[in-house]
């Protein structure tokens, strides 16, 4: 059985951006594999599905153990969308919460 965990990054999203009138945050959550760290499965709420999809596929079989840089930087250079700013700072929110993720780990692993 493949265990999976959910982690999820938020960021205000910039006046004048399509997502904004519907949230005040941009939410980004990732499903990863446990054991490998993967991402299996991404969403955020971005206004059209388009854009959606852009992410899912940009961060879709990502290693997170690969650190978090890598993304940054595609979201950088390949989303020119007005939500860039925030997607980069969900991603940097995301890390911390993928970093207490892996502290629970080592918790667990010392008992």
Known sequence: MVRTVFLAGHA??????????????????????????VILQADCTLATELANDFVRRLLRGYSLRDGF??????????YRGAAQRALVAALKDLEQEYQRFLEAQRTETDR
């Open 12 to 37: 205000r999203l910039p006046q004048g951006v399509a997502a904004q009138s519907v949230y005040d945050s941009l939410a980004l959550g990732v499903e990863i594999d446990a054991r490998y760290h």
């Open 69 to 78: 840089e890598p993304l940054v930087q595609a979201v950088r250079n390949e």
